[in-house]
């Protein structure tokens, strides 16, 4: 594969579609054809999938049953849309991937964690991304911007399954991101999401820049450089 594959991670309210939005701008900017993508959903399957989890109705069948569904949605979106990009070129950005599922089904969702890695290496079928960034802040202060966005339904930017949840179980899925960055940390990068965006984008950029393709038709580069 000839393409780039970033993943945002981090806990509700961080800030991770902000910062996938302004980056995807600066790289479309320096020539790079760029998929924005998301999970749960993705992909025409995927979201059919989204949409029973985060309105809870999938909850009342238990967290088992919950990442079971998790995997299935993946699975259609690694094969429909994120292999064929990565295939093409492309630098794909997702919103959330196999880690959340680590986390929120794994350590909170009290799942083993033998079973939940063999049901990630079956949804995601070999393709791994090249680096997460998690987007770290104090589970309060993302809890009380998802509660500011809170109107209307999931769909709408209101509470959803997740968000409901307790302060404790918000805080532990942090320190759970922590501690797979600490684990993983050729691929993870931390980046605290408690400053302005504006300087979170900046470093966001500087983390992904040096992991870009060669690439010829990158507008940033003088005529010069591209011969």
Known sequence: MTGLFITFEGGEGAGKSTQIRLLATALQERGREVLVTREPGGSP?????????L??????YGTRME?????????????????????????????????????YQGITGNLEPDFIERLQRIAVN????????ILDLPASMGLERARQRAIGGPEEGGPDRFEK?????HEKRREAFLDLADREPLRCRVVDASRPREE????????????????????????????
Not at 55 to 60: F, H, I, K, V, W
Not at 76 to 87: G, M
Not at 165 to 169: G, S
């Open 45 to 53: 399957g995927a979201e059919a999938v989204r949409h029973v989890i």
């Open 55 to 60: 309105s809870g109705a999938a909850e009342r």
């Open 67 to 103: 990442a079971l569904l998790f995997a299935a949605a993946r699975s259609d979106h690694v094969e429909e849309v994120i292999r064929p990009a990565l295939k093409a070129g492309k630098i794909v950005l997702c919103d959330r991937f196999l880690d959340s599922s680590r986390v």
């Open 126 to 133: 070999g393709v791994m991304p090249d680096c997460t960034l």
């Open 165 to 169: 949840e307790e302060l404790q179980t």
């Open 200 to 227: 979170i984008a900046r470093q966001v950029l500087a983390i992904v820049e040096p992991l870009l393709p060669s690439h010829k038709a990158d507008r940033s580069s003088s005529p010069e450089d591209a011969t």
